[in-house]
């Protein structure tokens, strides 16, 4: 998830008008060191340096990480002390603001590839604590002009418009109905995690389209999985422990994260507190999954699929076994894999085609890769083994096509990351 | 210009086996480690993945995972009466480059040496009397014990997720494992791996004829296994392509498989490659290292200042940087004088060709895996009665035939023309049927005042640097005990069912363009007095106290094994003596 951000830009932040300061909030207090320690657990949790530290910068959060949006791009702002170029001169109600009315410190409104539309359920108290621990990393004077959207895109007002349609601001309301852990995961997983950032899909507008709850994303070159309790293409089949752990260390014994959900696990969940993560992993698995989907595999006996089997015989089942079970803990099952079965092929043409590095965490430290198969295999064979490994022990989702491959094979060369 | 950088507390040179043991035992201890690799950054699945790995020719022929003699090479002589010239293509061994070093292209035969080689001299003096050792062979005791290192052999079988069946545990002895081994305090951690025909025939054969067969020790694993470090290896896939290449599977044993995923997320971790440790330095006083002195790919020189320096490369380099570097005094052959290159060693290694009916049998030789093998153990070390023989050492024998490649695993009867159509049929009518185990015979090899290493007077390196010149021949000793053990793998091989069998008992003159194994040892050795040997029994220079020299450098004789699991179980030693002993006390561990 490190570029995961949609569609448009961030923090403006240029003008310095005050902002009459809200009465009545709890103030930042440099000493109160529980502050500031619980403000750097929420930081992480928002996984704010995904964006805002430039990748292999060794300056935290002082921004000029390039988010790609479907309009355009956007670069990451300072967030440092800085009081030119980073946020040290912004008031505490302007910082909480910013994340949780989408406004930036002279009340332009940010582009929601900041996720405000998710920030907005983050009280008060914990934003407070945020900009207490911000205020505490050193300061970077570096410049950055975030906006590099094309115009009409980069007027800002038209987000007016935006948020009418698509942001619904307000605290986060506890379900009365529900456990303390439930409405704790539903808490982060709305709001600081920002699931849906990547896991709902978007309106031609970038807004989260709001009757695809959690069914997936396509985005830079993979397709964040369905993460409703779907048994085939969901999560429906994971237990509450089992995606707990997937969050801490990256990894079952039968998945392993990589791509940005690597990065989302290496940078913010591995961080997070056991409890935390369970509470998420409780809120997510009771999210309804949409009507059945009734897929049905691929006959064994058409060619594509007799083809398929011969190149995961060859190429994929020393790791992967010839049954799909994979090897626990190091190399993915792909038997039963919703991963593998999801609508949009994206992501298994994606790790296919290029390869791929699972995460490394403290618990899990292997990080097994997957080597790259692009110049071993002709589109048609990609798509072969691809359309097989979706229709083989059981598994069921839609053939692949040589064309699909192609252009999966052809954006990923461009790609720089 | 040298830049120099700011202090470490630890340099380590060299990143294989025991390099990535010892930064991983130090960094435990919050030192600031930087190891400094010549080769480059090796990782499965960019260097050797499964989609191409399974090449012969790029990695058995061309040699891609080793160092090129055009960035270091040796000269070779038999004797000093000749004049060495520099071996332009490896040959009798194989020297590896990267980081994982030749952990990346071993076979992972993992084997832990007999309590009785590591009192060698004293034992055969006790047993056959003083007389019996020839009066130029060299061998001596090491100063440590089997005892002193088996928590140590036990670490780093846990840490490989070794496959194998013990033989002793805890004194007891067990069926279907190596009854003469020592006593180990635990079982493998992994079960044997499961045999091929040909290696399941050997041991029905051998144990007709008396012999307690058991499965080959291997770091090719039986099962997926995690190890204490939490690292995850998979199961071997039987590919047989294990010796020179680096397994695409994550299935063997490799510093890569098993430390480096969590010494690489430390932060008081570092490792430079593709730069090259030319020297070691010294304070004025000759009895301190200050770090060390290195090149980068740019031919940028570099000065790391360090409090402690280990020396993990591998045993050629080791003695060589020793030499230049003016540590210890070189030895001197005609005076028997001075530690730095006396009693290097490798390994006499033999076999015999089975050629098998082919209508009978069918071996899938392309079945296979580095470490699988069946073997005995009757006839290495001491376990059996040299009184008789007229020499001393031995080895193990086995049926551990690595692979079936289409290159180099290709033997035909003696008599078939070496190509054309006559060559083609009489190879297709015993690839199936023929048992051809390279390593069938492991031999010890014996130390002599006249083997050793020493700087090259003529021939220098892309630096200027002298070039290490290796003067090294086999003597009556080691030919005998090849016969003698060729002998015996011959009637097994005839028990097995054998139609011909064709003896290669090792002979000489020492060959280094013929393969034999990379387990060269010897040059900077360990034992219990500065006038025997260069290192004390914790692998600590007895010249240079804050200077450790890892490897098989430290072995003062070869025994009838592969090295690596001593070389692993010295290295583990040596750190606990760092981190127990040295570290609270920084000075000489044993005093002289």
Same mark, same amino acid.
């Given at each position: 998830?490190?570029?995961?951000?949609?569609?448009?830009?961030?923090?403006?932040?240029?003008?310095?008008?005050?902002?009459?300061?809200?009465?009545?909030?709890?103030?930042?207090?440099?000493?109160?060191?529980?502050?500031?320690?619980?403000?750097?657990?929420?930081?992480?949790?928002?996984?704010?340096?995904?964006?805002?530290?430039?990748?292999?910068?060794?300056?935290?959060?002082?921004?000029?990480?390039?988010?790609?949006?479907?309009?355009?791009?956007?670069?990451?702002?300072?967030?440092?002390?800085?009081?030119?170029?980073?946020?040290?001169?912004?008031?505490?109600?302007?910082?909480?603001?910013?994340?949780?009315?989408?406004?930036?410190?002279?009340?332009?409104?940010?582009?929601?590839?900041?996720?405000?539309?998710?920030?907005?359920?983050?009280?008060?108290?914990?934003?407070?604590?945020?900009?207490?621990?911000?205020?505490?990393?050193?300061?970077?004077?570096?410049?950055?002009?975030?906006?590099?959207?094309?115009?009409?895109?980069?007027?800002?007002?038209?987000?007016?418009?935006?948020?009418?349609?698509?942001?619904?601001?307000?605290?986060?309301?506890?379900?009365?109905?529900?456990?303390?852990?439930?409405?704790?995961?539903?808490?982060?997983?709305?709001?600081?995690?920002?699931?849906?950032?990547?896991?709902?899909?978007?309106?031609?507008?970038?807004?989260?389209?709001?009757?695809?709850?959690?069914?997936?994303?396509?985005?830079?070159?993979?397709?964040?999985?369905?993460?409703?309790?779907?048994?085939?293409?969901?999560?429906?089949?994971?237990?509450?422990?089992?995606?707990?752990?997937?969050?801490?260390?990256?990894?079952?014994?039968?998945?392993?994260?990589?791509?940005?959900?690597?990065?989302?696990?290496?940078?913010?969940?591995?961080?997070?507190?056991?409890?935390?993560?369970?509470?998420?992993?409780?809120?997510?698995?009771?999210?309804?999954?949409?009507?059945?989907?009734?897929?049905?595999?691929?006959?064994?006996?058409?060619?594509?699929?007799?083809?398929?089997?011969?190149?995961?015989?060859?190429?994929?089942?020393?790791?992967?076994?010839?049954?799909?079970?994979?090897?626990?803990?190091?190399?993915?099952?792909?038997?039963?894999?919703?991963?593998?079965?999801?609508?949009?092929?994206?992501?298994?043409?994606?790790?296919?085609?290029?390869?791929?590095?699972?995460?490394?965490?403290?618990?899990?430290?292997?990080?097994?890769?997957?080597?790259?198969?692009?110049?071993?295999?002709?589109?048609?064979?990609?798509?072969?083994?691809?359309?097989?490994?979706?229709?083989?022990?059981?598994?069921?989702?839609?053939?692949?096509?040589?064309?699909?491959?192609?252009?999966?094979?052809?954006?990923?060369?461009?790609?720089?990351? | 210009?040298?830049?120099?950088?700011?202090?470490?507390?630890?340099?380590?040179?060299?990143?294989?086996?025991?390099?990535?043991?010892?930064?991983?035992?130090?960094?435990?201890?919050?030192?600031?480690?930087?190891?400094?690799?010549?080769? %480059?950054?090796?990782? /499965?699945?960019? +260097?050797?993945? #499964?989609? *191409?790995?399974?090449? !012969?020719?790029? $990695?058995?022929?061309?040699?891609?995972?080793?160092?090129?003699?055009?960035?270091?090479?040796?000269?070779?002589?038999?004797?000093?009466?000749?004049?060495?010239?520099?071996?332009?293509?490896?040959?009798?061994?194989?020297?590896?480059?990267?980081?994982?070093?030749?952990?990346?292209?071993?076979?992972?035969?993992?084997?832990?040496?007999?309590?009785?080689?590591?009192?060698?001299?004293?034992?055969?003096?006790?047993?056959?009397?003083?007389?019996?050792? %020839?009066?130029?062979? /060299?061998?001596? +005791?090491?100063? #440590?014990? *089997?005892?002193?290192? !088996?928590?140590? $052999?036990?670490?780093?079988?846990?840490?490989?997720?070794?496959?194998?069946?013990?033989?002793?545990?805890?004194?007891?002895?067990?069926?279907?494992?190596?009854?003469?081994?020592?006593?180990?305090?635990?079982?493998?951690?992994?079960?044997?791996?499961?045999?091929?025909?040909?290696?399941?025939?050997?041991?029905?054969?051998?144990?007709?004829?008396?012999?307690?067969?058991?499965?080959?020790?291997?770091?090719?694993?039986?099962?997926?296994?995690?190890? %204490?470090?939490?690292? /995850?290896?998979?199961?071997?896939?039987?590919?047989?392509?294990?010796?020179?290449?680096?397994?695409?599977?994550?299935?063997?044993?490799?510093?890569?498989?098993?430390?480096?995923?969590?010494?690489?997320?430390?932060?008081?971790?570092?490792?430079?490659?593709?730069?090259?440790?030319?020297?070691?330095?010294?304070?004025?006083?000759?009895?301190?290292?200050?770090?060390?002195?290195?090149?980068?790919?740019?031919?940028?020189?570099?000065?790391?200042?360090?409090?402690?320096?280990?020396?993990?490369?591998?045993?050629?380099?080791?003695?060589?940087?020793?030499?230049?570097?003016?540590?210890?005094?070189?030895?001197?052959?005609?005076?028997?004088?001075?530690?730095?290159?006396?009693?290097?060693?490798?390994?006499?290694?033999?076999?015999?060709?089975?050629?098998?009916?082919?209508?009978?049998?069918?071996?899938?030789?392309?079945?296979?895996?580095?470490?699988?093998?069946?073997?005995?153990?009757?006839?290495?070390?001491?376990?059996?009665?040299?009184?008789?023989?007229?020499?001393?050492?031995?080895?193990?024998?086995?049926?551990?035939?690595?692979?079936?490649?289409?290159?180099?695993?290709?033997?035909?009867?003696?008599?078939?023309?070496?190509?054309?159509?006559?060559?083609?049929?009489?190879?297709?009518?015993?690839?199936?049927?023929?048992?051809?185990?390279?390593?069938?015979?492991?031999?010890?090899?014996?130390?002599?005042?006249?083997?050793?290493?020493?700087?090259?007077?003529?021939?220098?390196?892309?630096?200027?640097?002298?070039?290490?010149?290796?003067?090294?021949?086999?003597?009556?000793?080691?030919?005998?005990?090849?016969?003698?053990?060729?002998?015996?793998?011959?009637?097994?091989?005839?028990?097995?069912?054998?139609?011909?069998?064709?003896?290669?008992?090792?002979?000489?003159?020492?060959?280094?363009?013929?393969?034999?194994?990379?387990?060269?040892?010897?040059?900077?050795?360990?034992?219990?007095?500065?006038?025997?040997?260069?290192?004390?029994?914790?692998?600590?220079?007895?010249?240079?106290?804050?200077?450790?020299?890892?490897?098989?450098?430290?072995?003062?004789?070869?025994?009838?094994?592969?090295?690596?699991?001593?070389?692993?179980?010295?290295?583990?030693?040596?750190?606990?003596?760092?981190?127990?002993?040295?570290?609270?006390?920084?000075?000489?561990?044993?005093?002289?």
């Amino acid at each position: 998830m490190r570029k995961r951000l949609l569609v448009l830009a961030l923090l403006a932040g240029v003008a310095s008008l005050g902002v009459a300061r809200v009465a009545g909030a709890e103030a930042i207090d440099a000493q109160k060191f529980d502050q500031v320690e619980k403000g750097h657990y929420l930081t992480v949790a928002g996984d704010c340096a995904a964006c805002h530290t430039a990748p292999g910068s060794s300056h935290d959060f002082a921004g000029g990480r390039v988010i790609e949006t479907p309009f355009g791009k956007i670069i990451a702002p300072n967030i440092t002390p800085d009081r030119v170029t980073g946020i040290g001169a912004w008031t505490d109600d302007e910082f909480v603001n910013a994340m949780v009315k989408g406004t930036g410190r002279n009340g332009a409104h940010l582009f929601p590839a900041m996720p405000y539309t998710y920030y907005t359920k983050v009280t008060r108290d914990d934003a407070l604590a945020i900009r207490a621990f911000l205020n505490t990393i050193p300061a970077v004077h570096n410049t950055v002009e975030p906006d590099q959207l094309p115009f009409p895109l980069s007027i800002r007002a038209g987000m007016i418009g935006w948020n009418t349609l698509f942001f619904t601001p307000g605290a986060f309301k506890p379900n009365p109905d529900k456990s303390a852990e439930w409405n704790r995961g539903a808490y982060l997983a709305e709001g600081l995690a920002h699931c849906g950032m990547c896991h709902t899909s978007k309106n031609f507008l970038g807004g989260d389209k709001t009757s695809a709850r959690y069914e997936g994303y396509d985005l830079q070159g993979w397709f964040a999985p369905n993460i409703t309790s779907d048994k085939r293409i969901g999560i429906g089949n994971w237990s509450v422990d089992e995606l707990a752990d997937y969050l801490k260390t990256g990894h079952t014994q039968a998945a392993a994260a990589s791509g940005l959900m690597g990065d989302e696990v290496d940078l913010s969940t591995s961080h997070l507190r056991d409890e935390d993560l369970k509470a998420i992993a409780t809120y997510l698995k009771d999210q309804s999954a949409p009507s059945p989907n009734q897929a049905q595999s691929l006959p064994s006996d058409q060619p594509i699929m007799k083809a398929g089997a011969q190149i995961y015989a060859d190429e994929c089942a020393a790791c992967h076994k010839s049954d799909g079970k994979g090897e626990p803990g190091l190399f993915p099952a792909l038997r039963g894999a919703a991963v593998v079965q999801q609508a949009d092929p994206a992501s298994l043409l994606h790790v296919v085609i290029r390869g791929a590095q699972s995460v490394s965490t403290k618990p899990a430290p292997t990080g097994a890769a997957m080597p790259a198969f692009s110049w071993v295999l002709t589109d048609d064979q990609i798509a072969a083994v691809v359309t097989y490994i979706r229709n083989a022990w059981g598994n069921a989702a839609s053939a692949v096509v040589a064309s699909e491959a192609g252009k999966a094979r052809a954006s990923l060369a461009e790609r720089n990351d | 210009m040298t830049r120099k950088l700011p202090r470490k507390d630890v340099v380590i040179i060299g990143l294989g086996w025991t390099g990535s043991i010892l930064a991983n035992e130090l960094t435990d201890e919050s030192l600031d480690v930087v190891a400094i690799e010549r080769g %480059p950054w090796r990782n /499965t699945a960019t +260097d050797f993945p #499964v989609s *191409y790995m399974q090449d !012969e020719l790029r $990695y058995r022929i061309q040699h891609e995972l080793f160092l090129q003699p055009s960035q270091s090479a040796v000269t070779f002589r038999n004797n000093t009466n000749q004049t060495a010239l520099p071996v332009r293509n490896w040959g009798a061994f194989m020297l590896g480059n990267g980081v994982g070093g030749a952990g990346v292209h071993w076979n992972a035969e993992t084997w832990r040496f007999l309590p009785s080689d590591f009192v060698l001299k004293s034992h055969v003096t006790e047993r056959y009397g003083a007389n019996f050792l %020839p009066a130029d062979m /060299t061998i001596q +005791d090491w100063g #440590v014990t *089997y005892d002193d290192l !088996e928590p140590h $052999y036990d670490a780093f079988e846990y840490l490989c997720g070794t496959s194998g069946t013990a033989g002793n545990l805890s004194g007891k002895i067990q069926d279907g494992g190596n009854p003469f081994e020592g006593a180990r305090s635990r079982p493998y951690p992994t079960p044997a791996m499961k045999q091929g025909y040909g290696h399941t025939l050997f041991g029905e054969a051998a144990k007709q004829l008396g012999y307690k067969a058991f499965p080959q020790p291997s770091g090719n694993l039986s099962k997926g296994y995690t190890n %204490p470090l939490g690292v /995850t290896l998979g199961q071997c896939t039987f590919c047989g392509f294990c010796e020179w290449f680096g397994c695409a599977n994550y299935a063997k044993a490799s510093p890569q498989t098993t430390i480096l995923p969590v010494l690489m997320r430390k932060s008081n971790f570092e490792v430079r490659t593709e730069s090259e440790v030319t020297r070691i330095n010294l304070d004025n006083t000759g009895k301190r290292a200050t770090g060390v002195t290195y090149v980068d790919s740019s031919g940028e020189e570099f000065e790391q200042p360090a409090d402690l320096v280990i020396l993990c490369g591998f045993q050629l380099w080791n003695v060589q940087l020793l030499l230049l570097s003016g540590i210890g005094t070189p030895y001197n052959p005609q005076t028997g004088e001075g530690q730095i290159g006396r009693n290097f060693t490798h390994q006499t290694m033999s076999t015999a060709l089975g050629f098998f009916d082919k209508d009978k049998y069918n071996f899938n030789p392309f079945v296979s895996a580095g470490s699988m093998g069946v073997c005995i153990d009757e006839f290495n070390g001491d376990n059996f009665d040299h009184g008789p023989l007229g020499f001393v050492g031995g080895g193990y024998i086995g049926q551990v035939q690595t692979n079936g490649r289409p290159i180099q695993t290709t033997a035909v009867p003696p008599g078939t023309p070496a190509w054309g159509p006559k060559w083609k049929q009489a190879l297709k009518d015993n690839y199936l049927s023929t048992i051809n185990s390279g390593g069938a015979c492991h031999g010890s090899f014996q130390a002599y005042r006249d083997v050793y290493l020493d700087l090259d007077p003529t021939y220098k390196d892309r630096f200027g640097r002298p070039l290490l010149r290796l003067t090294i021949d086999l003597h009556d000793n080691e030919l005998k005990m090849s016969a003698y053990l060729t002998d015996r793998w011959s009637e097994i091989l005839q028990k097995m069912g054998a139609k011909q069998i064709v003896k290669q008992p090792r002979k000489g003159p020492y060959d280094v363009t013929q393969y034999q194994t990379s387990h060269l040892c010897g040059g900077a050795i360990m034992g219990d007095n500065p006038g025997n040997s260069a290192l004390n029994r914790y692998l600590q220079s007895w010249d240079v106290p804050n200077l450790f020299v890892q490897g098989a450098s430290a072995f003062p004789q070869n025994a009838g094994y592969n090295p690596t699991g001593t070389v692993a179980a010295l290295a583990f030693w040596s750190a606990a003596a760092i981190r127990s002993q040295y570290l609270k006390n920084p000075g000489p561990l044993v005093h002289a």
